[in-house]
């Protein structure tokens, strides 16, 4: 459970096919998804973080079911919609990072008046990296 075990589940194990991140899109019905390379790619954990530099950033992209109830059949809504997340990585120290995440949705009506945007940040907060804090 230390906070570099938790980098790599977030970035190093993305493209593995039994990664985190693909059991998640699996467990939530997604399907057509692009797991595209950060760019630029992030640091090793955890070198030393970079404020002026270019952060690392990925887009991924997949496709979901709509739940159909009763509102969304009588609204005539699509039966699917796609999904956009932007992850962008910020190192501060070996001890820190934060991870900014934007989700879109298109493919549905007035999806383009609102955007999901979410801020996780990892702390270590035992002597030897052992403990997290989200």
Request: glycine share 6%; with cysteine; aromatic share 12%.
């Amino acid at each position: 459970r230390s906070i570099r075990r938790v980098f790599d589940i977030l970035f190093n194990s993305f493209d593995k096919p039994n990664s985190f991140y693909h059991r998640l899109l699996h467990r939530t019905k997604a399907w057509d998804y692009r797991l595209p390379g950060w760019d630029p790619p992030p640091p090793p954990p955890f070198g030393k973080g970079d404020p002026l530099g270019k952060r690392p950033t990925r887009c991924v992209t997949y496709k979901r079911a709509v739940r159909r109830t009763a509102l969304t059949a009588l609204l005539s809504l699509p039966e699917q919609c796609v999904c956009t997340e932007t992850y962008k990585l910020f190192v501060y120290s070996a001890r820190c990072f934060l991870v900014d995440v934007r989700v879109q949705i298109s493919d549905m009506p007035l999806a383009d008046c609102f955007e999901i945007h979410t801020r996780y940040k990892f702390v270590s907060v035992g002597d030897e990296g052992e403990g997290i804090e989200t």
